[in-house]
């Protein structure tokens, strides 16, 4: 089935700075590839998405993009601020198993 | 508008016992989904229901059952409980099939001495 490997598990920055985060994924059939953010003790949140037909999307201080090529796509985030201290989960979809699968998290942290 | 809610938010089970979560959607959703996250494990699926009528496994149904009482609701059961199921439980929903946003509950956190 589709497997989903996602990395650093931890990344640490400081603000202002850039933080990247990279995730591949196995099967070149999928075509929806969804970030969520995770506050400690709260739900995931969906922060932004991408689909096969687009290599880029952005969104103010957030960014994804997607080469099929290679099976990756990766979350940029810019002048990172301490609320941006979560972790994160990326995800990618089959189309005909009707359902995400999950990348195992990165745990960013912005120190002030 | 709710969105997701789940019951309870927090249980307390010995081994054997049995439990079922709750979880409903108010956003006329088709889909809905129960996850499970464990610490490095990120969210692993259980099972889901595409639509009204239907549920199917995901990665790791054993020791769980669910029902999909109408379009609103999506239960699951664990019939024996076992330490190994400790964990925090997510109940998701989204539109129509899974490339849609999912819409996560806040969560039932269990824990199975």
């Known amino acids: 089935g589709e497997n989903v490997e996602q990395h650093p598990s931890t990344l640490s920055v400081q603000e202002g700075d850039s933080a990247v985060i990279k995730c591949t994924y196995s099967?070149?059939?999928?075509?929806?590839f969804p970030w969520y953010k995770q506050e400690l003790g709260k739900r995931p949140q969906l922060i932004i998405d991408?689909?096969?037909?687009?290599g880029e999307k952005k969104d103010q201080r957030i960014a994804v993009t997607l080469n099929k090529t290679a099976k990756h796509f990766s979350l940029h985030i810019t002048e990172t601020q301490p609320e941006d201290s979560a972790v994160y989960f990326c995800?990618?979809?089959?189309?005909?198993?009707?359902?995400?699968?999950f990348g195992t998290g990165t745990r960013l942290l912005v120190s002030p | 508008n709710a969105g997701v809610t789940q019951t309870p938010k927090f249980q307390v089970l010995k081994t054997g016992q049995s439990m079922t979560l709750q979880c409903a959607q108010d956003?006329?959703?088709?889909?809905m989904y129960w996850y499970r996250q464990d610490p490095g494990m990120g969210l692993r699926l259980i099972y889901y229901?595409?639509?009204?009528?239907?549920?199917d496994k995901g990665e790791v149904p054993n020791g769980y059952n669910v029902s999909r009482l109408n379009k609103r609701e999506f239960s699951l059961r664990l019939e024996s409980a076992a330490p190994s199921q400790t964990s925090v439980y997510f109940c998701?929903?989204?539109?129509?099939?899974?490339?849609?946003?999912?819409?996560f509950g806040p969560g039932t956190r269990l824990l199975v001495l």
């Open positions: 995800a990618a979809f089959r189309p005909g198993f009707q359902k995400l699968v």
């Open positions: 991408i689909r096969s037909n687009v």
């Open positions: 099967d070149s059939a999928s075509n929806y």
């Open positions: 998701a929903s989204s539109i129509g099939q899974a490339q849609e946003t999912q819409y």
């Open positions: 229901s595409a639509s009204e009528g239907t549920t």
């Open positions: 956003m006329n959703h088709n889909s």
